[in-house]
């Protein structure tokens, strides 16, 4: 079998949601899994939208997700191989001219629908003889190309749908070609994906139709079909799509907020299918997990309080090592003594700069009973200090003072912490170190 190649194929006209992770997620946990390959390809034939800008935030993002593409190109390079392929469709009569306007356009389907017909293309364009395409464009028009379909019933095996199909009797013959001669979507991408060797699509619902006409162009072109995948489309929690223009849960805001990358990932595929969010440690195991055969059919919706909740445990179960690297560019203790002690107690990384000051100090310590202090401090066993020294610390200071329960630890915690809350002191206290413990207890700063 060959090694699949896979694709994920933005335009670059605007910063990635969550949405447009589903599907680059997809793709590349499908070639992760199967040992294939996985390219960015920029979608960037509308020169007048497209930016460079949008371009690096797009791999920046995917980069951040874990995702590095094994090959990267970019349509606005390969116009030569989309005239070519234009050229062999006009000459097999299955691209054709024509010179409707959009307000046209939009009035003939305005008395279609008023008639009770299907607003599609009446292919009126093919009626014009050479002598009427003359005269229109020696009054200033400029064709748009569209493609002939076939009426016929286009069907495929889906990856996620199972058996799916489509009648292009049903559908408009597809523009290919504006006015100025630039391409829209369809075209550049059957030629990228025949000329690439893409064996696997895998993209949104919403391109089933999309689907079925791109076969129709494969088989004009005489290029063999890949396998095709329709996953089901996030949406926020109250149910609306998401865009790249309203700016909603873009990748970018998701990873300025702080939230862990793995979390985002795993709740983008697989919220919607019948295997349960979870957190999850690499991007291996997310792959093993995904099947595609598992995605729901209805839409899948994305809360952010889950996505919160999910990074916060995400971030609970990350090794040091995930970590090392993200700790020192906060410029806190790096160590992994440290980690195992605060990571259950944080929702976000950047927390960890909280108990770094808790323990490097200066903090003011919380005295309430100067005495009690005094006794705690007198009982502190000398270093070095191990897991076991609080639990023989405090049992001294019980005993010597009656104290038990909140009576006993919170005064202690808030004497070396300042706070009423966090990690357990067992862990903490080695990290605090006597001298620093000493000083607290005795009410001064360290």
Known sequence: MTAPL??????????????NARSALFNGLYARRHGGRFMLRYDDTDLARSKPEFA????????WLGIVPDVVISQSQRLALYDAAAERLRASGRLYACYETADELDRRRKRQLARGLPPIYDRAALKLTAEEKAKLEAEGRKPHWRFLLEPRVVAWSDLVRGEAHV?????????????????????PSVVDDTETGVTHIIRGEDHVTNTAVHIQIFEALGASLPAFGHHNLLTTASGEGLSKRLGHLSLRGL??????????ASLAVLTGSSDAVRPVASLDELARLVDLGHISRAPAKFDEHDL?????????QLPHQAVAARLQAL????????????????????????????????LAPDISDPAFAATAASLLPAEPFDATTWKSWTGAVSAATGAKGKALFMPLRRALTGLDHGPELAALLPLIGREKALKRLAGDSA
């Open 308 to 316: 919160e909740t999910l990074s916060a445990r995400t971030l609970h």
């Open 331 to 362: 410029g806190v203790d790096g160590s992994e003594a440290f980690w195992l002690a605060i990571r259950g107690n944080l929702a976000k990384l950047d927390e960890a700069r909280i108990w770094d000051e808790v323990v490097q100090g200066p």
């Open 56 to 63: 690096e935030a797009i791999a920046e993002d995917l980069a």
């Open 255 to 264: 990873r300025e907020a702080g939230v862990e990358a793995m979390a985002v």
């Open 6 to 19: 896979l694709r994920f194929a933005p335009s670059p006209t605007g910063y990635l949601h969550i949405g």
């Open 167 to 187: 009648d292009c009797a049903s559908l408009s013959d597809q523009v290919l070609i504006r006015e100025d001669g630039s391409y829209l979507y369809h075209l």
